[in-house]
C-alpha cells in the first residue's frame, strides 16, 4: 500500500516531518508500506524516512491534483489500497492496521477513515465521518467537539469521510476515478465518498484507528479562498448530487449556511470574505472551476 503526504509551503515543514514520522512508525507487519511525499510547488525538501519518496511538481496544483498524482503513482505499481494524509496529520501506530484489518474483512468497504482527534482542542473529535443530505446540501461532521471516551469502537457507515486521512481501496479508485481536479481544493473527500456509494461501496469510519489534525496547518487562517472554494465547490458537489427539481432550492440553503458562517467568525466576517462568498457562487453557477485568478494558491 501507499500513503500520499501533500505540502505546498516551507511553513508546514515541522508538520509535515511530524507526519513522516508517525507513517514510519506505523505498527502493520507484513504490510508493504511505501511512502510518497508530494511537494506541490514549494521547492523546500523536509526530512524523510528511509521509505518516503520525494515527489517535486513545478507549481501548486491544489490538494486535489497533487494527491492524484500520488494516486497514479500508487497504482502503477500495483497497490491495494491508497492513504491521502494531510501534512497537518499525526497517526496513532495501529492506525494504518486497523484500516487495514476492516478493509480485508469486508471487500464491500471501499474507503475507510480513522476517528480523527483535535491536535489543538485536545481531547475533543473532529471527524468520526460526515453526513451529507442530498436535499438540503447540509454536511456536519459525526461527533465533532465531543470527548471520545466511551465512544463505541465498532466500525459505521457514514457519508464521507474527512480528506485529512482517507484510505481508499484500488478497486474504488479504478471503478469512479480520482479527486475532481475540478474540484481544487475543498469538497473533493465528500464528491469521492458519494461518487464510491454511487458505485455500491460502503464508506466507513473505523474509531479504533486514530489520528490527530492541526487543521488549517497547511493554509492561512483567514484565507479568502477557504470561502471562495468551500462555497463554490459545496455549490458544485450539491447540485451533482440533488434529487430532480431539488437544485436551486438547495443551492439557496448551502448559500445561506456558508453565509451564517461568516456570520459567527469573527476573522471572517469581513467584506473580502463576503465577497469571496459571492464571487464563488458565481463561479460554481458559470462553471469556472479549477484554481481561479487571486485564489490560484492555497495559502
Known amino acids: 500500500m501507499y500513503a500520499t503526504v501533500l505540502y505546498w509551503t516551507e511553513g508546514e515543514l515541522p508538520l509535515i516531518e511530524r507526519c513522516l514520522r508517525s507513517l514510519d512508525a506505523q505498527e502493520a507487519p507484513g504490510t508493504d508500506l511505501r511512502i510518497l511525499v508530494i511537494d506541490n510547488g514549494s521547492g523546500v525538501t523536509p526530512g524523510l524516512p528511509g521509505r518516503a519518496e520525494l515527489v517535486r511538481l513545478p507549481c501548486n496544483r491544489g490538494f486535489t491534483g497533487g494527491h ?168 458544485v458537489v450539491a447540485a451533482r448530487n440533488a434529487p430532480r427539481g431539488w437544485s436551486w432550492l438547495l443551492q439557496a440553503l448551502v448559500i445561506s449556511y456558508h453565509f451564517a458562517f461568516l456570520l459567527r467568525n469573527q476573522e471572517r466576517r469581513t467584506w473580502t470574505h463576503l465577497g469571496a462568498l459571492v464571487r464563488g457562487s458565481l463561479a460554481a453557477w458559470t462553471s469556472r472551476m479549477g484554481p481561479q485568478g487571486s485564489f490560484a494558491r492555497s495559502h
Do not use: K
Open 68 to 235: 492524484n498524482v500520488g494516486m497514479r503513482a500508487a497504482l502503477e505499481d500495483a497497490a491495494d489500497f491508497v492513504f491521502l494524509i494531510n501534512s497537518d496529520v499525526v497517526l496513532e501506530p495501529s492506525c494504518v492496521a486497523r484500516l487495514l484489518q476492516v478493509a480485508h474483512d469486508d471487500a464491500s468497504v471501499g474507503i475507510l477513515g480513522p476517528l480523527i482527534l483535535s491536535a489543538t482542542a485536545t481531547g475533543q473529535i473532529e471527524s468520526n465521518g460526515l453526513t451529507f443530505n442530498t436535499r438540503t446540501g447540509r454536511h456536519r461532521q459525526i461527533d465533532r467537539g465531543l470527548a471520545p471516551t466511551g465512544l463505541s469502537q465498532t466500525p459505521h457507515a457514514v457519508d464521507a469521510v474527512s480528506g485529512a486521512a482517507l484510505f481508499a481501496r484500488r478497486s474504488v479508485l479504478e471503478r469512479v476515478g480520482f479527486l475532481d481536479d475540478a474540484l481544487y481544493l475543498y469538497f473533493e473527500d465528500v464528491d469521492l465518498c458519494l461518487r464510491a456509494r454511487g458505485a455500491g461501496f460502503q464508506v466507513v469510519v473505523v474509531p479504533g484507528a486514530r489520528a490527530s489534525h492541526v487543521g488549517g496547518g497547511s493554509t492561512a487562517p483567514a484565507w479568502t479562498g477557504t470561502t471562495f472554494y468551500s462555497v463554490r465547490n459545496h455549490l
